[in-house]
Nanobody, 119 residues
């Protein structure tokens, strides 16, 4: 069964670039049967979809965030990465990576990683 695990800095200063990585085990990123997704949950709020990408490169992002984010896949390390530029305290929250498919939706999630934007 595929397992996902997020990793990242934990604390980021305002205006800096956030980079999070999702490592995939017991499965391969090199398939177009799945898409690879980032989702976050600000404190006291619901889940917010950030964006997704297929291995082929096709993907999409939240209109509210698309100018600041990019998602990339890495077959050599079997992982995918979220980069978010110009972070503000409003970007604070728990960030999750997940795998999805057209047939089943999101079927595997990481445990989440806390990101705090503060000086």
């Amino acid at each position: 069964q595929v397992q996902l695990r997020e990793s990242g800095p934990g604390l980021v200063q305002p205006s800096q670039t956030l980079s999070l990585t999702c490592n995939i085990s017991e499965g391969s990123i090199a398939t177009n049967n799945y898409y690879w997704t980032w989702i976050r949950q600000p404190p006291g709020k619901g889940l917010e979809w950030i964006g997704y990408k297929f291995y082929s490169g096709r993907g999409s992002a939240s209109p509210a965030l698309q100018s600041r984010i990019s998602i990339s896949t890495d077959t050599s390390d079997n992982q995918f990465t979220l980069r978010m530029t110009g972070v503000t305290p409003a970007d604070t929250g728990v960030y999750y990576c997940a795998r999805g498919s057209r047939a089943a939706g999101l079927d595997s999630w990481g445990q989440g990683t806390q990101v705090t934007v503060s000086s």
